[in-house]
T-cell receptor, first 109, second 113 residues
C-alpha cells in the first residue's frame, strides 16, 4: 500500500518560486507523477519521474529521490493561472496509481 | 478527437436508486480507471480494467460495479446509491507507453440524497 504526504496549502506571490514536497512509502515503486487540477476541472498530467534526478519542463520541474521516498515539484515565475491543486501520485506495480490529498497553491498579485 | 467523455456532467439521485455513470474514450487505450474525489481525501481508485474483458478492484470498490465489454467504454454502476457515495467521479485511461500516463475525463458530480 501507499502512504503519500504533501502539504495541504501553500501561498506565493506572482513571479515567485514555490516548491511542493511529496513524501511516500511504498513496497514496489514504479514511477511518480505530478498532476495539476484547477477547481472544478479534471486533473491534467504535468510530469513523470522514475529515475532519481530532476526533470525540467519549462517553468515546472520535478525531482525524485527513490532512496529517500521524496519528490518535489518546483513552479518558477509563478503566474495567476498557476493557482490550482497539485497532486502527487505514486505507481506501485504496472497500472495503479495512489494519489496524495493534493496541495492547493494560491498565487497572489 | 474528444479524448475521454463522461456522462452525465452532474446528477442528483435519491438514495436507493440505481445509477450508471458512463465513460467513453477514443484513444484506444487498453487500461481504464474509475476514481472518486472527496475533499481532503484526494483521488481514490474504485475499479480498474487493464484490458477489455477484465476488471479489478481498487481501494474503495464496495457499492460499485464495472464492466468492460469493449476497449472504448467503461461504465460504473451504483446498484443502490447511498449518501456516502456523494462525490465527484473521474474516469481515466492510460496509454501503455513507458510512463503509462493516465488521462482524465471531465468528471461527474453526483449527489445522493
Amino acid at each position: 500500500g501507499q502512504n503519500i504526504d504533501q502539504p495541504t496549502e501553500m501561498t506565493a506571490t506572482e513571479g515567485a518560486i514555490v516548491q511542493i514536497n511529496c513524501t511516500y512509502q511504498t513496497s514496489g515503486f514504479n514511477g511518480l507523477f505530478w498532476y495539476q487540477q484547477h477547481a472544478g476541472e479534471a486533473p491534467t498530467f504535468l510530469s513523470y519521474n522514475v529515475l532519481d534526478g530532476l526533470e525540467e519542463k519549462g517553468r515546472f520541474s520535478s525531482f525524485l529521490s527513490r532512496s529517500k521516498g521524496y519528490s518535489y515539484l518546483l513552479l518558477k515565475e509563478l503566474q495567476m493561472k498557476d493557482s490550482a491543486s497539485y497532486l502527487c501520485a505514486v505507481r506501485e506495480g504496472d497500472y495503479k496509481l495512489s494519489f496524495g490529498a493534493g496541495t492547493t497553491v494560491t498565487v497572489r498579485a | 478527437i474528444a479524448g475521454i467523455t463522461q456522462a452525465p456532467t452532474s446528477q442528483i439521485l435519491a438514495a436507493g436508486r440505481r445509477m450508471t455513470l458512463r465513460c467513453t474514450q477514443d484513444m484506444r487505450h487498453n487500461a481504464m480507471y474509475w476514481y472518486r474525489q472527496d475533499l481532503g481525501l484526494g483521488l481514490r481508485l474504485i475499479h480498474y480494467s487493464n484490458t477489455a474483458g477484465t476488471t479489478g478492484k481498487g481501494e474503495v470498490p464496495d457499492g460499485y460495479s464495472v464492466s468492460r465489454a469493449n476497449t472504448d467504454d467503461f461504465p460504473l454502476t451504483l446498484a443502490s446509491a447511498v449518501p456516502s457515495q456523494t462525490s465527484v467521479y473521474f474516469c481515466a485511461s492510460s496509454d501503455g507507453r513507458e510512463a503509462d500516463t493516465q488521462y482524465f475525463g471531465p468528471g461527474t458530480r453526483l449527489t445522493v440524497l
